[in-house]
């Protein structure tokens, strides 16, 4: 199995960017799908998951309304739209499936991803 997250980048306050995370190696369509974040000395946090059908969508409150995570079956892809990004929101973003799990915590992802580096400078 391997999640492979990319579009990360530099960008300037105000900005945007769009994250994708392509799976391989799993049965992408029933796999839960989130986007974690960590920024340095801090924990690994969650920014939104979307369920394998793509009928519950979550966000974390320091992201709702700004980002928009969606997914491609199709192309075993999820997606983070990132918008309106601030300097907080800088991290290593990485994505995470859980099999057959309805809103899974961090522990209960089965797969992570090698994560993409997001910077946004003031």
């Known amino acids: 199995v391997q999640l492979q997250a990319s579009g990360g980048g530099l960008v300037q306050s105000g900005g945007s960017l769009r994250l994708s995370c392509a799976a391989s190696g799993l049965t992408f369509s029933i796999y839960t799908m989130g986007w974690f974040r960590q920024a340095p000395g801090k924990e690994r946090e969650f920014v939104a998951r979307?369920?394998?059908?793509?009928?519950?969508?979550d966000y974390a409150d320091s992201v709702k309304g700004r980002f928009t995570i969606s997914r491609d079956n199709a192309k075993n892809t999820v997606y983070l739209q990132m918008n309106n990004l601030k300097p907080e929101d800088t991290a290593i973003y990485y994505c995470a499936g859980a099999r057959l799990q309805f809103k899974p915590n961090k522990s209960q992802y089965d797969y992570w991803g090698q994560g993409t580096q997001v910077t946004v400078s003031s």
């Open positions: 979307i369920m394998w059908s793509g009928s519950s969508i």
